[in-house]
């Protein structure tokens, strides 16, 4: 079967109403209903729970405080590097930017000013840059960690489709990760301005960020945006390898960076895995 067809009846699913029911159940206190359900999700996914840093299932009040669960300290180590992988998964794809086309899959690509949420302004920054898309599966720990040092500049909630971001619907869905619903997150960082992009998806309840909490919901239909300029709040100011944000269900991370040389890590390749804390680029500048 081919990926368009596999993909097909999710253009048919109810999206957003499996979504928002999924988010409820996912913050839903039920006790040992809850502690079966995480017992067979953590079987089912082969979840690692030794290094977590509760690792009594039982332990967890909802599905969504297991989902998010922390880790032990230094089980993730943060690697001397310019540029360090922010989560753990998969990696999609990675590369060059070819003008303003960001590479999705064979036969597939996306412009940044669509990933960004429509401005052109900010996407030229990274006209001819560099990317990586990161996919987070079930079984993965869904917080998410700054790749290098930066300041917040801007956030941006875009209103979008739910598709699924697994690779099969990646290969299926034309421009997948600029028409799912996404958070923009804008920092200001030694070598300029780079993104972190999180992806909604089907189940994916919300996405939270350390400096403003759950994003969405609401999900008003809007584009909505926050600036940081330090006029009336703190300077939001993070280092390399500190939590920045979590997925309350899993999904992706694309990462945008100007142009300028930038050197991946040659161990990294599309479908291999990684984990949060390792270098992604050794040197970049």
Request: net charge positive; charged share 15%; hydrophobic share 45%.
């Amino acid at each position: 079967m081919s990926d368009r067809l596999a993909v097909l009846p999710q253009y048919l699913l109810p999206k957003q109403a499996l979504t928002a029911l999924a988010g409820r159940f996912a913050q839903w206190q039920g006790g040992t209903t809850t502690t079966w359900v995480i017992r067979r999700f953590v079987a089912r996914y082969q979840v690692n729970m030794a290094e977590a840093a509760e690792p009594d299932v039982a332990a967890y009040v909802s599905f969504n405080a297991f989902f998010t669960r922390e880790l032990k300290a230094g089980a993730r180590p943060v690697a001397q590097a310019d540029l360090v992988c922010p989560v753990d998964g998969a990696i999609s794809q990675f590369g060059a930017i070819e003008g303003d086309q960001v590479f999705q899959a064979k036969g597939h690509s996306y412009s940044t000013t669509a990933l960004v949420g429509g401005d052109a302004a900010l996407a030229a920054h990274f006209q001819n840059g560099h990317f990586a898309t990161l996919y987070l599966s079930p079984r993965d720990y869904h917080r998410i960690h700054m790749p290098c040092d930066g300041r917040l500049v801007r956030m941006i909630h875009v209103p979008g489709e739910l598709f699924s971001v697994n690779p099969t619907t990646a290969r299926g869905v034309p421009g997948l990760f600029a028409r799912n619903e996404r958070v923009v997150c804008v920092f200001e960082g030694a070598r300029g301005p780079f993104v972190l992009v999180l992806v909604g998806a089907t189940i994916v309840g919300s996405m939270a960020t350390v400096w403003h909490g759950v994003v969405n919901p609401p999900r008003p239909g809007a584009l909505r945006e926050w600036r940081y300029d330090g006029t009336h709040d703190a300077p939001v100011n993070l280092r390399r390898g500190d939590e920045m944000g979590r997925f309350l269900l899993g999904s992706t991370v694309v990462m945008l960076f100007p142009q300028g040389p930038l050197r991946f890590n040659p161990d990294w390749a599309p479908a291999g895995a990684i984990r949060m804390g390792e270098a992604m680029a050794m040197r970049m500048g």
